[in-house]
Nanobody, 113 residues
């Protein structure tokens, strides 16, 4: 069974940090492009960060310098390290493997004091 499972979301104060995980089963993340997306209430889903099969990364302007996408091939997992979180980062975060169009179920991140 193919699954992408996100975890690591939660409630954090502004300025805090979280690390999201996207663990895959039934498929490999190791040599494929993977992205982290987010969707806030009433807004469209937007791309946050991507990593290519070769390891090149790209970030939305709104998160550059604060978020880092990392792939751990041994664990078949892609992470999103999020620092200096802001209330505007509040959203459901999803991981996505481009080839095959696989999505996880999402994990909620809430940034609030």
């Amino acid at each position: 069974q193919v699954q992408l499972v996100e975890s690591g979301g939660g409630l954090v104060q502004p300025g805090g940090s979280l690390t999201l995980s996207c663990a895959a089963s039934g498929i490999s993340l190791n040599t494929y492009g993977v992205g982290w997306y987010r969707q806030a209430p009433g807004k469209q889903r937007e791309v946050v960060a991507t990593i290519t099969g070769g390891g090149s990364t790209n970030y939305a302007d709104s998160v550059k310098g604060r978020f880092t996408i990392i792939r751990d091939n041994a664990k078949n997992t892609v992470y999103l390290q999020m620092n200096s979180l802001k209330p505007d980062d509040t959203a459901v975060y999803y991981c996505h493997r481009f080839f095959g169009g696989y999505w996880g179920q999402g994990t909620q991140v809430t940034v609030s004091s």
